[in-house]
């Protein structure tokens, strides 16, 4: 019977040994999650996979192309695409998002599905959100080429891709650091700040 209740004993005191050794476990792994560098994820729902390994923002910002209709032209959003090593992901900042449209806006390729009044050599000079509104200024580029049709299409697609986080938003578009007074030869005037209920171009 001694030999018995002494087995018994050791087993608990196994038992009770096994217990705390699983909970220490558990609390060292809790730890380590918790502490150390911290691991940053993408925005929910701003993020979906796309082909080729990218990444498409559904949450914002997006860029605007025109869309010959046959007798008008419609302005026809687009979500931008990244590369899931892209920072903009991780990064929650709006400028940097906001400047990743631009970019992409300007190398608009022949195969888009949509068409560009933007002249292809224009270039994004800098880019600032500000309490004022969006802050754009490009090359010189932009004023170049086109009739009064390219001129307004270009134009509202550099308001609708400004505003397409806060379509509220106010944009001021500046050329090589100057506000931008008259567009094209035809001395197109060019109101500061713009906003979407300044666009000419109507929507899908």
Do not use: C, H
């Not at 949450?59 to 302005?75: H, M, V």
């Not at 959100?129 to 754009?136: E, Y």
């Not at 580029?141 to 697609?157: I, P, V």
């Amino acid at each position: 019977m001694k030999d018995s209740a002494n087995k018994n004993r050791s087993l608990g005191l196994l038992a009770s040994l096994a217990v705390i050794l699983i909970l220490g476990g558990v609390g060292v792994t809790l730890f380590q999650r918790s502490g150390g560098d911290e691991v940053v994820q993408p925005p929910p729902d701003l993020t979906e996979p796309g082909e080729g390994g990218e990444l498409t923002l559904t949450a914002a910002p997006e860029i605007y192309l025109l869309q010959d209709t046959g007798t008008d032209l419609e302005l026809l959003p687009m979500p931008i695409t990244v590369d899931e090593n892209n920072n903009v992901l991780t990064s929650g900042d709006p400028e940097l998002m906001l400047t990743e449209a631009f970019e992409q806006l300007l190398e608009i390729s022949e195969t888009s599905p949509g068409l560009s009044a933007i002249p292809p050599d224009t270039r994004l000079q800098n880019l600032q959100i500000t309490d004022a509104g969006v802050r754009v200024d490009l090359s010189r580029e932009f004023t170049l080429g086109g009739g009064s049709a390219s001129m307004l299409g270009r134009l509202d697609q550099v308001i609708y891709t400004a505003t397409s986080m806060d379509p509220d938003a106010q944009v001021w578009l500046s050329v090589e650091g100057e506000p931008l007074e008259l567009l094209g030869g035809e001395g197109l005037e060019v109101p500061q700040p713009m906003s979407r209920a300044d666009a000419y171009t109507s929507m899908q």
